[in-house]
């Protein structure tokens, strides 16, 4: 709710990380996954426009920014580009 009165839209395009930070809860996480090869997954760069494009119609007022969860964004070059 708070997003929408800002303008931003916070989008998620994955989920887990393949690092072992020690820091980090994602180890953890991962260790109770009960396939951890498949800890790290995805979504398709088209279901990511799509949740945006749908998302659209929560911002009476006009969406002033987008703003991408990951931290790992920009770790898989191919589906980035």
Do not use: H
């Amino acid at each position: 709710l708070v997003s929408t009165r800002e303008g931003v839209l916070y989008v998620f395009c994955s989920r887990g990380c393949p690092y072992k930070c020690p820091f980090c809860s994602n180890e953890a996480i991962r260790d109770q996954f009960p396939n951890s090869n498949r800890y790290l997954r995805y979504k398709s760069v088209e279901r990511v426009c799509d949740e945006i494009e749908s998302s659209l119609q929560y911002f009476p007022k006009g969406l002033m920014g987008i703003y991408f969860q990951d931290e790992i964004l920009t770790l898989k070059k191919s589906w980035f580009e």
